[in-house]
């Protein structure tokens, strides 16, 4: 199957500065890369994603890069808001092994104001 | 709100016993996907139902189950309940079959065994 690390565990940024999260899979043939949120009590939440044939993908503040040769993508968060506060998840998916996510360990964001 | 509806929010139970988590999926989607979360596992792939039928199976134990009904909900089975059950029950629909689709998760079933 696939595995995705996933780096830092936890991060830390002032309010309107940027938060980088990376993340890495095994299997070159995955072929979607979807980011969650989830804030505490609740269900991940779909922030962004993109597929295999796409470099990068932005909406507003939020941003994804993917690098199919190294095998790592990454998200982006510009001019962070003490609401970005969450865990991230990233995620991998390939469809010749089954129709499932691997997900990645999560990243703890805290935007201090 | 992602329109996935989970029953029910928290359940607390003893070891040995069997519960039933329910999950209603978005309107119009067909699949329904099984996680469980916990703190040292992370977010752990279980099983999909597509339109009925089992679609994928991930690391499901043999005393869990699951089905998707003719209406589209789900429901995942979890008997002899032990200690190491305690988590959070995730399920998320997508409206299609195929991995490479957004999934959309409900708010969960925490699962608390004594």
């Known amino acids: 199957g696939e595995n995705v690390e996933q780096h830092p565990s936890t991060l830390s940024v002032q309010e309107g500065d940027s938060a980088v999260i990376k993340c890495t899979y095994s299997?070159?043939?995955?072929?979607?890369f979807p980011w969650y949120k989830q804030e505490l009590g609740k269900g991940p939440q779909l922030i962004i994603d993109i597929r295999s044939n796409v470099g990068e993908k932005k909406d507003q503040r939020i941003a994804v890069t993917l690098n199919k040769t190294a095998k790592h993508f990454s998200l982006h968060i510009t001019e962070t808001q003490p609401e970005d506060s969450a865990v991230y998840f990233c995620a991998a998916t390939l469809t010749n092994t089954g129709n499932q996510f691997y997900f990645g360990t999560g990243t703890s964001l805290t935007v201090i104001p | 709100d992602s329109g996935v509806t989970q029953t029910p929010k928290h359940l607390i139970t003893a070891t040995g016993q069997r519960v039933t988590l329910r999950c209603s999926p978005r309107?119009?989607?067909?699949?329904v996907y099984w996680y469980q979360q916990s703190l040292d596992q992370g977010l752990q792939f279980l099983i999909q139902?597509?339109?009925?039928?089992?679609?994928a199976k991930g690391n499901i134990l043999e005393r869990f189950s699951a089905q998707q009904f003719p209406d589209l909900h789900s429901e995942l089975n979890l008997s002899s309940l032990e200690l190491g059950d305690s988590a959070l029950y995730f399920c998320?629909?997508?409206?299609?079959?195929?991995?490479?689709?957004?999934?959309?998760f409900g708010d969960g079933t925490r699962l608390s065994i004594l």
């Open positions: 139902y597509y339109n009925g039928e089992e679609r």
């Open positions: 998320a629909s997508s409206v299609g079959s195929n991995s490479n689709q957004p999934q959309h």
């Open positions: 309107s119009g989607d067909l699949s």
């Open positions: 299997d070159s043939a995955s072929n979607y």
